[in-house]
T-cell receptor
Framework: DGGITQSPKYLFRKEGQNVTLSCEQNLNHDAMYWYRQDPGQGLRLIYYSQIVNDFQKGDIAEGYSVSREKKESFPLTVTSAQKNPTAFYLC???????????????FGQGTRLTVV | AQSVTQLGSHVSVSEGALVLLRCNYSSSVPPYLFWYVQYPNQGLQLLLK??????LVKGINGFEAEFKKSETSFHLTKPSAHMSDAAEYFCAVRSITGNQFYFGTGTSLTVIP
């Protein structure tokens, strides 16, 4: 089945450590996104990538980094510079679409990151 | 710039009652509009979307939404709430010229037996 896989589902990080969240899709989608979700704040965009080897900062990119070496993969690294990383992280993708096609965003199941 | 406002962060309804979740957008050009549902510790699942054409859009699980350009609204409704409808609901917009999605802050729906 096609879809987006995020791993791990739960992740614990010690203060000062970098951690990497995985996001893989087999939908052949061009664009991929990382969102952070905190209670009462909805989804906030961290980074997005429209094509391989290119990515753009979103609204809250500080303390995060990404790479897009393959179309299927868009890992997110939460660095030690992110002072409040405890949150639910969601990866999404959309197809480039085409004439008369408006695609929705497809989401993974999320990774809950907790700093201990 | 696009933005989405969801009125009411928490909504409670009795089982069998009408569900109404409100969403207003701000955009000089009507965008594409979406409603998503999220169950605890899960990703977002598409309920329905409006792109062009008929302004009343039907989605999964008996939900529907009506695009009203004059009111810049896209409210979500369901005639009769079911216990399984208890979840977080997000309204989102996407500009017609790009791939950016903008989400509202969400509405948590509680269904009272």
């Amino acid at each position: 089945d096609g879809g987006i896989t995020q791993s791990p589902k739960y992740l614990f990080r010690k203060e000062g450590q970098n951690v990497t969240l995985s996001c893989e899709q087999n939908l052949n989608h061009d664009a991929m996104y990382w969102y952070r979700q905190d209670p009462g704040q909805g989804l906030r965009l961290i980074y997005y990538s429209q094509i391989v080897n290119d990515f753009q900062k979103g609204d809250i990119a500080e303390g995060y980094s990404v790479s897009r070496e393959k179309k299927e993969s868009f890992p997110l690294t939460v660095t030690s510079a992110q002072k409040n990383p405890t949150a639910f992280y969601l990866c999404a993708s959309i197809t480039g679409g085409g004439a008369n096609i408006v695609s929705e965003a497809f989401f993974g199941q999320g990774t809950r990151l907790t700093v201990v | 710039a696009q933005s989405v406002t969801q009125l009411g962060s928490h909504v409670s309804v009795s089982e069998g009652a009408l569900v109404l979740l409100r969403c207003n957008y701000s955009s000089s050009v009507p965008p594409y509009l979406f409603w998503y549902v999220q169950y605890p510790n899960q990703g977002l699942q598409l309920l329905l979307k409006y792109t062009t054409g008929a302004t009343l859009v039907k989605g999964i699980n008996g939900f529907e939404a009506e695009f009203k350009k004059s009111e810049t609204s896209f409210h979500l409704t369901k005639p009769s709430a079911h216990m399984s409808d208890a979840a977080e609901y997000f309204c989102a917009v996407r500009s017609i010229t790009g791939n950016q999605f903008y989400f509202g802050t969400g509405t948590s729906l509680t269904v009272i037996p």
